[in-house]
């Protein structure tokens, strides 16, 4: 009788609510489908730079047009954001054609976040200062030259590329100090601080402030830093935009080159067509702006800047 009317009570609930959830208008709610580590992306070349526990890692090359092994194209590496917890190299290959509409040679590599890969903010950084490294050493296969790249990133891939110019070893395992630093850095509503006055803070670090201070790019930075440009949205409620104010404050401090490109009452992700059309005017502005400033530092031509 017990388990009669255990099932009972167990149909009337879930009967219930369904009846509740429709009555609120809405659906009960869909799994997320898990995300798919991509091994190859049209119109790129596949390479693996990194393999941890069993676990591959790639990164994915695009040439632009006249491209020859052994040659000194300067390059672009692109990481994808995603709070370290998703996204795979899908979102920031765009940037990778695009720099190859520059002529350059654009990369966008993997690296391991957490809900695909289970890691860490740590493993993050140390994916991504693997893969300049292996980039690097792998320069005349890549048709590069190894003091001619550029590193961009977007909110946690704007932390995994600030922190490629960071000059000693990193917060976390088997990530050794870099050989050379990036010639320039493009950061997207970047997250640069990660303390309790910046994006996550101690308890995305399970609770450990210690962790959260040795993650942070504002706190450790070298004084000497690469020419950076910054762009970030002044309502941004995910990564607060003082954050970037500082860190461009610091870096001109030291005397360093940084330009930060604010957008008025955009929120993270500015240049997103979640906006509409303001977002995509900020597009075609970062495009327009990134194009600047790769032209002031040698590395493109001037010419107007397709929309990628």
């Given amino acids: 009788m017990s388990r009669t009317r255990g099932y009972v009570s167990l ?17 009960p709610p869909k799994q997320k489908a898990p995300e798919i580590t991509p091994l190859s992306l049209p119109g790129s070349e596949p390479f693996v730079f990194r393999t941890v526990n069993e676990v591959e890692l790639r990164l994915h090359v695009v040439k632009p047009a006249g491209w020859e092994k052994g040659g000194s194209k300067a390059c ?8 370290w917890n998703n996204g795979t ?39 991504g200062r693997s893969a300049l ?14 003091h001619r790249i550029v590193v961009l990133g977007g909110s946690a891939g704007g932390h995994v590329a600030a ?3 960071v000059t000693t070893a990193g917060p976390g395992k088997d990530d050794p ?4 630093q990036p010639i320039a850095l493009v950061l997207l509503n970047p997250v640069t601080d990660t303390k309790a006055s910046g994006y996550g ?12 201070l040795a993650c942070s790019v504002l706190d450790q930075m ?25 860190f461009r404050d610091k870096l001109v401090g030291n005397g360093n080159r940084c330009e930060l490109i604010t957008f008025e009452g955009l929120g993270h992700s500015y240049n997103s067509s979640k906006y509409g059309e303001a977002g995509k005017a900020a597009d075609r502005k970062t495009c327009e702006e990134m194009a600047r400033f790769l032209t002031e530092l040698n590395l493109i031509h001037a010419s107007p800047s397709r929309h990628p």
């Fill in 11 to 27: 149909v009337v609930a879930s009967v219930w609510s369904v009846i509740s959830m429709n009555a609120l208008g809405g659906e």
């Fill in 133 to 146: 490294a292996w980039v690097e050493a792998h320069s005349v296969e890549l048709g590069i030259d190894p």
């Fill in 177 to 180: 100090a870099p050989q050379l």
């Fill in 89 to 127: 190299p899908e979102r920031s290959i765009r940037w990778a054609k695009w720099a190859a509409e520059q002529g350059m040679v654009g990369i966008a590599p993997d690296y391991r976040t957490r809900d695909r890969l289970h890691g860490t903010p740590e493993d993050c950084v140390s994916d």
């Fill in 163 to 165: 922190w490629t110019a």
């Fill in 201 to 212: 803070g101690p308890k995305r670090f399970d609770g450990n402030e210690s962790r959260a």
């Fill in 222 to 246: 070298p004084n000497k830093m690469p020419p950076t440009l910054v762009f970030h949205a002044t309502a941004d409620t995910t990564v607060p935009y003082a954050n970037s104010v500082a």
């Fill in 76 to 83: 672009l590496v692109s990481f994808f954001g995603g709070g």
